[in-house]
């Protein structure tokens, strides 16, 4: 970006991009936490079950209430880092201006659904916490405590999007080509 772009950008859009990045970061870094604790979790299964013939009860619960975690917590830095499914073999065909307008639209689509998602999984998590609910596992873990990661990545997955959102509307507008003026003198 140049110094007339970053004269044109306002200044709180760098505020949003730190943010977000930071926020991201964490949840990325929590995610890997819980895909280690996942990969020793299942090979300590597979040792006891396999070599000693004493599997655990509570190995398989475990792994799933973490990959809930994971799954949730990946979704904003998915999206922020491009690693979400896209295809760009239409999309590489287009003007610029065109790919400004579908990169634009298909951000605006992405927080619909994101917002859409989010209110889907707030509903059972109010519920879970009003109630209280225990799985019906060996182990009694409240549903509030699996719960809760939902609302809380979707809502990062729907800010990220916003952010992104605002991102490409003033960092890839200059891509847009501007009509040509005919000279008709």
Not at 32 to 40: E, G, Q, R, S, W
Not at 80 to 88: C, K, L, P, R, Y
Request: contains cysteine.
């Amino acid at each position: 970006m140049n110094n007339i772009d970053a004269k044109m950008e306002p200044k709180f859009i760098g505020v949003l991009e730190r943010s977000m990045k930071k926020i991201n970061s964490i949840f990325i870094a929590l995610a890997a936490i819980m895909i280690i604790l996942l990969v020793i979790i299942i090979v300590q299964e597979v040792i006891r079950r396999y070599f000693f013939n004493e599997p655990t009860t509570w190995a398989l619960d475990i792994s799933r209430f973490l990959l809930v975690y994971v799954f949730f917590l990946s979704l904003a830095p998915a999206l922020q880092s491009g690693a979400h499914v896209s295809t760009d073999m239409v999309t590489s065909k287009l003007s610029p201006t065109m790919q400004w307008i579908c990169k634009q639209i298909a951000y605006g689509l992405t927080i619909i659904y994101g917002i859409i998602l989010f209110w889907q999984v707030l509903m059972p998590t109010i519920q879970v916490f009003a109630n209280n609910s225990i799985f019906p596992i060996v182990i009694e873990v409240p549903m509030k405590y699996v719960y809760v990661i939902a609302p809380i990545g979707t809502a990062q997955f729907v800010i990220t999007s916003l952010i992104c959102l605002i991102l490409t509307f003033y960092r890839e507008r200059n891509v847009v080509e501007k009509p040509q003026h005919i000279n008709l003198d």
